[in-house]
């Protein structure tokens, strides 16, 4: 399985959202990707690809297409 094919399917699982939706995907533009699903997120990201975000990157991580470049900061190429 790919990174990308990975984070994907972490966004599926802990946000309850479907593959097409994915691009658009923003932090508190759902109901899922609330404070408490957004630390599922973390942590399910971190666990799988083996990092530690820091507390900024946590808070900047507001979008699927900005956790690209977050998740790019620490070695994993999406």
């Known amino acids: 399985m790919t990174n990308l ?38 942590t399910d990201l971190e666990e799988v690809f083996d990092i530690h975000f820091n507390t900024a990157d946590v808070m900047n991580f507001s979008s699927y297409e900005k956790g690209k470049e977050v998740m790019k900061k620490y070695g994993v190429m999406i």
């Open 5 to 42: 094919e990975k984070y994907d399917q972490l966004f599926i699982k802990d946000l309850r959202v479907k593959k097409e939706d994915l691009e658009d995907l923003k932090y508190r533009g759902i109901s899922t990707w609330d404070s408490m699903g957004h630390m599922d997120l973390v």
